[in-house]
Every structure is written in structure tokens, then in C-alpha cells.
């Protein structure tokens, strides 16, 4: 139990860690101040959290774990170190959008399971954890979201959470095996998305403008 505990707050810790990265990367694309960067990294690591654990009427995790805060304030100074020695740095804040992803979505589902709640409200509560963050900080860089474009997002997230679930009662694979691989297969279709251009269907209006 104690072994599992760990694995879960190592869990937690780099899906902080990759998350306020990816939003310090996106907030140095836009030319943010340091200040500025520090502001989306902390709302892209904690948004998606937040938002789960206000859903669930639990205390908000890092407004009492102080160790949170202070990881995406290291997380944010090693963000502006990598970006010293890699200029064009977006396949890096890709890689590390993914990494989040996948451990938000297991962190969140993880969650829901402690609260007993059911499989599809856990699965609900992964994709909010692991796309949330993700929705503040596009919001307050003034671009669309994600999730709301082209691009294969929360449907990964939706996709792992769902075969965590599957396999967390159809399998004898241990927790531990069950959460890396559902990690790495939200990231690995992440990638197939958009290597492949890989798409969900989008909806047209076929009025023009001053159609009423």
C-alpha cells in the first residue's frame, strides 16, 4: 500500500511538473514577463485539479500542500533554462502537454475511484484533470483550446481512462503497470494524432453570414 502511495504522488508531482512546463513554454511563445510566465504555469499545473476537487467538495490539493506550489516555481526556472539552449522549443512543450495529460488523466481517475464514484464519472473526472489546466491557460494566452480544435486531445484522455478502467477489472496486471501504460498509450496516440493529422469530425454551418 505504502509502495502504491508513492507511485501515486510521483504520479502527481511530474504531471505538475510537466504541466507547468508546458505552460511556461506557452506563455514564452507568446513573450510573457517572467511574472507572466510564472501565472500560466501555476494555472496550467493546478486548473485541471482544481476544478476536480471543487466537483468533488474536497480541500483544493495545493492550497494545502505548500511542496506543490513551490515544484512549479522550480518547474517554471528550469522552463526558462531549456528554452536557453533549445530555441524552437514546440516539440518540447508537446512532449511535455502529453506527459501532463496522461498523468492528470490517471491522477483524476484515481480520484473518482476513492470516492467510489462511477467508472464513467471517473473517467469524466480524468479528462477534466488532464484537460482543464490546458483550457485556463489557452483562455488566458487568448487562442482556442485544444481540446476545442482539430487536434486529438481529450479523446485520448477519454480513450486511456476508459482502458484503465477495463483492464483494472478484467486484468491481473498490477496497479502500477495499469497506470504507466495508460500514460504512455494517451501520450502515444497523442503523437499518432498528429504525426498521422489524425481528426475528429468538424461540423459546418452552410448559412452565410447574414443568413438569419
Known amino acids: 500500500m505504502e509502495f502504491q502511495q508513492n507511485i501515486s504522488l510521483a504520479i502527481e508531482l511530474l504531471g505538475t511538473i510537466a504541466f507547468a512546463m508546458s505552460g511556461a513554454f506557452a506563455a514564452m511563445q507568446k513573450r510573457f514577463d517572467p511574472f507572466g510566465v510564472l501565472i500560466i504555469s501555476f494555472v496550467a499545473a493546478v486548473g485541471g485539479g482544481t476544478i476536480r476537487d471543487l466537483l468533488l467538495d474536497v480541500p483544493v490539493f495545493w ?6 506550489c513551490l515544484v512549479i516555481f522550480l518547474a517554471t526556472v528550469l522552463a526558462f533554462i531549456v528554452k536557453y539552449f533549445d530555441k524552437n522549443f514546440r516539440v518540447t512543450l508537446f512532449l511535455f502537454d502529453s506527459f501532463g495529460l496522461g498523468l492528470f488523466t490517471i491522477i483524476g481517475i484515481q480520484k473518482g475511484l476513492n470516492a467510489d464514484l462511477h467508472p464513467i464519472i471517473c473517467v469524466t473526472l480524468g479528462t477534466i ?12 494566452l487568448n487562442r482556442i483550446p485544444l481540446i476545442f480544435r482539430k487536434e486529438i486531445y481529450a479523446t485520448a484522455s477519454i480513450a486511456g481512462g476508459t482502458l484503465f478502467l477495463l483492464l483494472l477489472n478484467f486484468s491481473t496486471v ?3 503497470v495499469l497506470q504507466v501504460s495508460t500514460i504512455l498509450l494517451i501520450v502515444l496516440i497523442r503523437t499518432l494524432a498528429v504525426k498521422y493529422h ?12 447574414g443568413e438569419m
Open 129 to 140: 484533470t488532464g484537460c482543464f489546466g490546458g483550457i485556463l491557460r489557452d483562455i488566458l
Open 198 to 209: 489524425w481528426q475528429m469530425p468538424k461540423f459546418y454551418s452552410t448559412r452565410s453570414d
Open 174 to 176: 498490477t496497479y502500477t
Open 63 to 68: 492550497m494545502y500542500d505548500v511542496i506543490i
